[in-house]
């Protein structure tokens, strides 16, 4: 049984034949990758990030550079949920970290039935190539396609914080597990590309709605030995979109890169 809503009228939908359907006669197709896009927008408009962005993250992930992480959100995620728990990954990208949750169920003795959304298309359907037995759809975390109510748990990293609908589809006592970039993300990048670099921001932990339980933070050393993998990395970054032609120079120039990576893992309670 589906968690999925209508974006149209709000009432459940499941599959019927190769689409979804809700009561009302509004159907969704099921892509041959099978996802399904619930995302009401007019047809030709790109959402969120492009391709090259998408394939750069995925390239840059894929080689293990964020491995450390990626270890410490599935442990995390292990340590809060049990069998028949329904997890959300809101903003799951190209699914990296989203498939890696689930081998690690896949591991165990543990079943969890698990879900993925993100307003890229081009990200959603890299996910779904992966074959990995997740249910993923092409929506917005501002306008989540999903039963109030029904996740145990929610994963958000790096995306778009909607305080009002993460609330509304967690489970009383469900927990949202958060990533975000610490302080001194990427510092030595930002030294070598910009004129004058400046720290994250880390704002305030507390959350309407919820409970902060727990912080945890990651720092590693990130390693790029290649112009093609550095590119990568600034392409999956805000910075991508805000750079200047002399920066870009600079970063163009660079042929390694030592830097640090910076993280939080947050831990909240719906209360």
Known sequence: MSIFICPVCREKINISGKSYACPKNHNFDISKNGYVNLLLSKHGTVHGDNKLMIRARRDFLEKGYYESLCESVCRTVSEYTQSGNILLDAGCGEGYYTSAIKAMFDRSDISVDMYGIDISKYAVEMAAKRKTDISFAVASVFHIPIQSGSCDILLTMFAPYCGEEYHRVLKSGGYMIMAIPSENHLWEFKKAVYDIPYKNEVKPYKLDGFLHIDTERINF?????????????????????????????????????????????????KI
Do not use: C, H, W
């Not at 112009?227 to 390694?256: C, V």
């Open 221 to 269: 050393t990130v390693k790029a030995e290649n112009k093609t993998d550095i590119q990568n990395l600034f392409s999956m970054t805000p910075y991508y979109y805000r750079t200047g032609r002399t920066e870009q120079e600079r970063l163009n120039k660079l042929e390694y890169l030592e830097t640090e990576a910076d993280f939080e893992i947050l831990i909240y309670k």
